[in-house]
Structure formats: structure tokens, C-alpha cells
């Protein structure tokens, strides 16, 4: 089980960070993505961090304004949204793998094996 928290209503320029704790399980040493879905639109990409080294990358989106991050002890992994814009308006979720995943292929979703609730994140201009 995925619990993905820290949503809620920020203006634009503006900074959140989500949380996906994972409960029941750990992590272990394969990738933690973030995805997220705008009303109308298709689930995309975010991020991703491989666990066990600490990698993280980036959707051309949010790179430079997104960071992820994890902490082993809590088995948690944190996305940190900064100046974030109307266009970030989404339902976050982030998702784990079960096996190792090569990097050119973090941003398919089919790589991840279990999924959070999602929180939702709106962005006001």
C-alpha cells in the first residue's frame, strides 16, 4: 500500500511537497515514480527516484522546479514542488516497482506494479 499525501490549493509561484509513504511493504532497491493526471487529460510522467542509489529524473516539465527525494528510515519518498504554476494542476500519484527498471524507461507506467490513492495538487493563477 502507497499513501501519497501534502495536496491541496496553492497560488502560482508557490511551493508544496508530497509525500508517498509506503506501509505494509518497503520500497526495497527499485525505482519510486511520480505520475500525474490533469482533468481531462492522460496520466504523465513526473519523476522517479531509483531507491537504491538515489537517482532521481526528471519529466522536461518540471525539471528544475521538482526535486524528489527519499529517506530510507521513514520509507518514504518526497516530491518537493517549487514555483509551481497553473499547468501543475493535477492528481498526484506516485507508484513503486518491483523490479529494476532502465532509466529510459522510468516514465512508462507499465514499469510500476503498485499504486497510490493520489492527492490532489491545484495551483491557482
Known amino acids: 500500500q502507497l499513501q501519497a499525501s501534502g495536496g491541496g490549493p496553492v497560488q502560482a509561484g508557490g511551493s508544496l511537497r508530497l509525500s508517498c509513504e509506503a506501509s505494509g511493504r518497503t520500497f526495497s532497491n527499485y525505482p519510486v515514480g511520480w505520475f500525474r493526471q490533469a482533468p481531462g487529460k492522460e496520466r504523465e510522467f513526473v519523476g522517479a527516484?531509483?531507491?537504491?542509489?538515489?537517482?532521481?529524473y526528471y519529466a522536461d516539465s518540471v525539471k528544475g522546479r521538482f526535486t524528489i527525494s527519499r529517506d530510507n528510515a521513514k520509507n518514504t519518498v518526497y516530491l518537493q514542488m517549487n514555483s509551481l504554476k497553473p499547468e501543475d494542476t493535477a492528481v498526484y500519484y506516485c507508484a513503486g516497482a518491483s523490479r529494476s527498471t532502465i532509466t529510459s524507461e522510468l516514465g512508462k507506467a507499465d514499469r510500476y506494479h503498485y499504486w497510490g490513492q493520489g492527492t490532489l495538487v491545484t495551483v491557482s493563477s
Open positions: 527516484i531509483k531507491w537504491s542509489v538515489g537517482s532521481a
